[in-house]
């Protein structure tokens, strides 16, 4: 079936995500008594997410599409915008957005944000066959099977999604051997049950201080991070000359550079020389990532920046220009999201949504236990569902200085996401019919 969008070309494609976010901001920013109206109810950012997911689902554009050729044969095509932006624009965005970080005030925002992702991790773990348990029990053929078709070793690749990211989804499929004529439709689950999350959560920001209030919670050492943060930013505030802005783009870029090479070599190394790490069915498969190592050495080298004079680049305006990377991963992740796809196999999707709610459901209780921020529950959710891609980008929503704290969390998640998804699959088999 051929399913070739109108516009293929990339460059094309681009020029519409950035026509989509300088709509959204100008009309977010207008003065136009409707337009306020309508950002006091969906937040900015949302739609920056959501209106390339349109364009995605009437066939403007597409992340991916498939040709039929002279013989009759499916060729598949795939965009880049969503690579460039993630390998490209997401570690320059981490580093320009850690410039002026106070590594003091992140470690004393305590132990909330590592308690709500470990909750966040817990909720993945039993909501994988708490779900299946329920579905069985209305349409066992649904999450039934045998042998390498056996459902539950389909979804054991959702958890190490959920928990890690794509390294620990690749091998819990190596793991389980799970049929690859049916992974498609495990993949699409995953995509549409993780943004319907996202957009969520997005909307939320817009709500944060009511949700806190309802929480109970308290937010003063975030505050007091991003006051440290804005304060820093106001003292060296000056107007960026072309050579502030040069030499920031300088620094993001160089570090971008360094941060995949260093990640090559570090993959390809450990690759090389421990079979743990070149074994796909191995926990330990995910040190094998670059995409682990490439987030993990632009953070720590952000970090370290950040104890440098070139601090003082966030004066000229650093983290505003990571700040429009960032909304540019925004709009090439909701680029990914095709809203007919809500509709494809509505039995799995259950289980997903299903499986969501619980992981959903355990970090309001437990926020609500501890009052943990509306922030914590957020990145604890997303440094899970979405690893080094989304955590960041939700974090940033609330500040700019709050970016690594969702980094470091979801760098924590690869590390943990093989074991965790196994401990899913291993659960999800006992109760599978």
């Not at 090559?264 to 498969?285: C, E, G, Q, Y």
């Amino acid at each position: 079936m051929d399913t070739t969008p109108l516009i293929t070309q990339d460059t094309i494609a681009f020029g519409i995500l950035m026509f989509t976010l300088g709509f959204v901001f100008y009309t977010s920013s207008s003065e136009n008594k409707n337009w306020k109206k309508f950002y006091k109810y969906i937040p900015a950012l949302l739609m920056a997410y959501m209106l390339p997911a349109v364009f995605t689902t009437i066939g403007i554009i597409a992340p991916e599409w498939k040709t039929i050729n002279e013989v009759g044969e499916a060729v598949e095509h795939e965009s880049n915008l969503y690579y460039v932006a993630s390998r490209f624009l997401l570690p320059a965005a981490l580093v320009l957005m850690t410039l002026s970080i106070d590594l003091k005030a992140i470690l004393n925002l305590g132990p909330k944000a590592l308690i709500m992702f470990l909750t966040g991790t817990a909720g993945i773990i039993i909501g994988g066959p708490i779900a299946v348990l329920l579905v069985s029990m209305i349409s066992p053929e649904t999450v039934g099977g045998a042998g390498p078709d056996a459902v539950w070793r389909g979804l054991s690749t959702l958890a190490g999604s959920w928990i890690g990211g794509g390294a620990n989804q690749a091998a819990m499929l190596e793991i389980y051997q799970f049929n690859t004529k049916n992974y498609a439709s495990f993949v699409i689950v995953d995509i549409v049950v993780a943004n319907i999350w996202m957009a969520i959560l997005l909307f939320g920001i817009g709500k944060s201080e009511k949700i806190d209030k309802w929480l109970k919670a308290d937010n003063s050492a975030i505050e007091t991070l991003k006051e440290k943060v804005s304060s820093y930013a106001a003292k060296t505030n000056r107007n960026p000359t072309l050579s502030d802005l040069i030499v920031i783009l300088s620094i993001a870029f160089v570090v971008v550079g360094t941060s995949h090479f260093g990640a090559d070599f570090i993959s390809n190394f450990l690759t090389a020389n421990f079979d743990a790490v070149s074994d796909k069915t191995s926990p330990m498969s995910s040190f094998g990532s670059q995409f682990f190592w490439m987030i993990s050495i632009a953070t720590i080298l952000g970090i370290l920046l950040s104890f440098s004079k070139l601090k003082t680049y966030e004066g000229a305006g650093a983290s505003k220009i990571g700040s429009v990377f960032i909304y540019i991963l925004v709009a090439s992740i909701g680029m990914k999201m095709d809203l007919k796809q809500i509709l494809d196999n509505p039995g799995l999707l259950v289980v997903g949504l299903i499986w969501m709610a619980i992981h959903v459901l355990l970090l309001i209780i437990m926020a609500k236990l501890i009052r943990a921020p509306y922030f914590f529950l957020a990145i604890g959710s997303k440094a899970n569902v979405g690893g080094a891609a989304s955590a960041p980008v939700v974090a940033a929503a609330f500040h700019p200085s709050l970016a690594t704290v969702g980094v470091l969390l979801a760098v924590f998640g690869y590390v943990i996401g093989t074991y965790g998804a196994m401990l899913t699959a291993e659960l999800m088999r006992i109760v599978a019919p």
